[in-house]
């Protein structure tokens, strides 16, 4: 019987003949091309074959990595009793090749094939939030496994397990070593994954906050987990968090800045008095103005979370536009969607909302299992249009697709932001949000939520590429489904 052979992510085009073609002692690897030489050993290895060098007699088949024009990490594979053949115009191409070439490697040999492979996605990322359960060994091998099904990009969100050199006390009993650190960004570039920092610029700073040496920089002192946008010293401790982190992680392009869920905006006095004058939106317009900038002059390009500047999106006027968004909705899971995450509604509330005559007119049996189970836990059923009110459909309305309101294009602020000269990553999650039906995290919802993320991406063709987001504290395990979801889903055209 002809053996099955599944490549993931499946690549373009794959044809597969009949026979498995033992790569015998005859064989031999030759490296044609510079752009192969840092992967040759681990061909050989992948392979079993001996590296034939200059000189020696080309008397068996042999296995050639050699260069040829084409896209940007593609390659072509071809495989014959002849011999073999891999060619790609990049060393990411090579790369994603031999993680081919890994997946079709049995103890007969390889299967006689022809393929032709590139990404869909240029950027393909998977976000690691070290939570307590996530050691050095666990980091490590999730880069493995991330770079196994060809991911491009990791997003570490250290929290208090970055060892800061200027703020030590922050660091907890967990946190990573300096050369812990280093050898995690290294190892991630040797993988051929790209490291981004994620360092909190305003909000969601409760481990540091919550120290009594950080007081004086709170915006409120009940949650206190954001710092005071008008108070000089916010911007300062943001800089040095963020020059330790930096001087970690060289050679990235990117830093995340975060900036999400600051909801304490115009809490303090002073910043009561200001947001009088410029509105919440000034307010954290004004500030991330200043981050974004610092970032910028650093020579690094920003990265930022678009839940705030969707809600407030008069501070979209001082932002960069070298910054890009990420867009995070954990929530939509199929395109049309019937049900949208409204940043702010007519009353200035965020919400999820739906048209209140699903379940009445409409009946909800058009509608998939896991878009039910969003209407179910998440969604709140209300007169859409008249909910969402002028302000939100003047803004956002011509981008809620033709069905509007029982159906509404999914993600549908990717191309607002576009259209305000951003580039957008898109961010499904695939560990987020409290919801566990008989015990488990609802890995149904975030399959779903990252192919819908990942076919808009693709559809849309303007996008830098999608990275996946990964939340709370379980076993490291738990995330792997999700990243085997994310790299087929980023690079095929499923
Ligand atoms: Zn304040």
């Given at each position: ?37 840092s ?84 950027m393909?990322g998977f976000h690691v939030f070290l939570h307590r359960q996530m050691d050095f060994a666990a980091l490590n091998r999730l880069l493995e496994s991330a770079a196994?099904?060809?991911l491009n990009t990791v997003v570490l969100e250290y929290e208090s397990r970055f060892p800061y050199r200027r703020h030590p006390t922050v660091a907890g009993a967990d946190a990573l070593s300096h050369g812990q650190v280093e050898a995690l960004t290294q190892h991630a570039w040797s993988l051929g994954l790209e490291p981004i920092a994620l360092q909190q610029s305003l909000?969601h700073l409760d481990y540091l906050l919550?120290r009594?040496a950080y ?12 710092m ?6 916010s911007f300062a401790l943001f800089t040095e968090l963020a020059e330790d982190m930096l001087a970690l992680h060289p050679g990235s392009r990117f830093l995340h800045v975060g900036g ?31 981050v974004l900038g610092w970032v910028i002059r650093a020579g690094l390009r920003p990265i930022i979370w ?17 910054t890009a968004?990420m ?98 990553i ?41 990275v996946?987001t990964t ?5 490291p395990?738990?995330l ?15």
């Amino acid at each position: 019987m002809k053996p099955a052979f599944h490549v993931i992510p499946e690549p373009e085009r794959t044809q597969f003949g009949d026979t498995m073609v033992p790569l015998t002692a005859a064989w031999a690897l030759t490296c044609e091309t510079p752009l192969a030489a840092s992967l040759v050993d681990d061909y050989c290895a992948v392979l079993r074959l001996p590296r034939l060098r200059h000189g020696r007699p080309p008397d068996g088949p042999r296995f050639r990595l050699v260069s040829a024009d084409m896209a940007a990490e593609a390659y072509r594979l071809a495989v014959s009793p002849a011999g073999g053949m891999v060619s790609a115009n990049s060393e990411a191409g090579f790369r994603w090749a031999l993680e081919t070439l890994r997946q079709l490697r049995t103890t007969d040999g390889l299967p006689a094939c022809s393929i032709d492979d590139a990404p869909h996605l240029p950027m393909r990322g998977f976000h690691v939030f070290l939570h307590r359960q996530m050691d050095f060994a666990a980091l490590n091998r999730l880069l493995e496994s991330a770079a196994r099904f060809k991911l491009n990009t990791v997003v570490l969100e250290y929290e208090s397990r970055f060892p800061y050199r200027r703020h030590p006390t922050v660091a907890g009993a967990d946190a990573l070593s300096h050369g812990q650190v280093e050898a995690l960004t290294q190892h991630a570039w040797s993988l051929g994954l790209e490291p981004i920092a994620l360092q909190q610029s305003l909000g969601h700073l409760d481990y540091l906050l919550a120290r009594d040496a950080y007081a004086g920089r709170r915006e409120e002192d009940q949650v206190r987990d954001q710092m005071c946008p008008l108070n000089p010293d916010s911007f300062a401790l943001f800089t040095e968090l963020a020059e330790d982190m930096l001087a970690l992680h060289p050679g990235s392009r990117f830093l995340h800045v975060g900036g999400d869920e600051t909801r304490h905006l115009g809490a303090c006095a002073r910043c009561q008095a200001r947001a009088a004058e410029v509105g919440l939106a000034g307010l954290y317009g004004e500030y991330m103005a200043k981050v974004l900038g610092w970032v910028i002059r650093a020579g690094l390009r920003p990265i930022i979370w678009d839940d705030m500047l969707c809600a407030h999106p008069e501070a979209l006027a001082s932002v960069p536009r070298q910054t890009a968004i990420m867009y995070w909705d954990y929530w939509t899971v199929a395109d049309p969607s019937p049900y949208l995450v409204a940043r702010f509604d007519r009353h200035g509330r965020a919400a999820i909302v739906h048209d209140k005559c699903w379940g009445e007119e409409w009946p909800l049996g058009e509608l998939t299992e896991a878009q039910r189970a969003v209407l179910a836990h998440f969604s709140a059923g209300v007169p859409l249009a008249e909910d969402l009110g002028t302000r939100f459909l003047d803004r956002y309305g011509a981008y809620l697709g033709p069905d509007f309101p029982r159906r509404l294009r999914a993600f549908p602020y990717l191309e607002y932001y576009q259209d305000q000269g951003f580039d957008v990553i898109m961010g499904p999650t695939a560990m987020g949000n409290h919801e566990m039906p008989d015990g488990l995290p609802h890995f149904a919802r975030f399959y779903h939520n990252v192919h819908a993320s990942a076919t808009r991406a693709r559809q849309n063709g303007r996008t830098l590429g999608m990275v996946t987001t990964t939340w709370y504290s379980f076993p490291p395990e738990m995330l792997v489904q999700g990243l085997v979801t994310t790299g087929q889903f980023a690079w095929s055209r499923r």
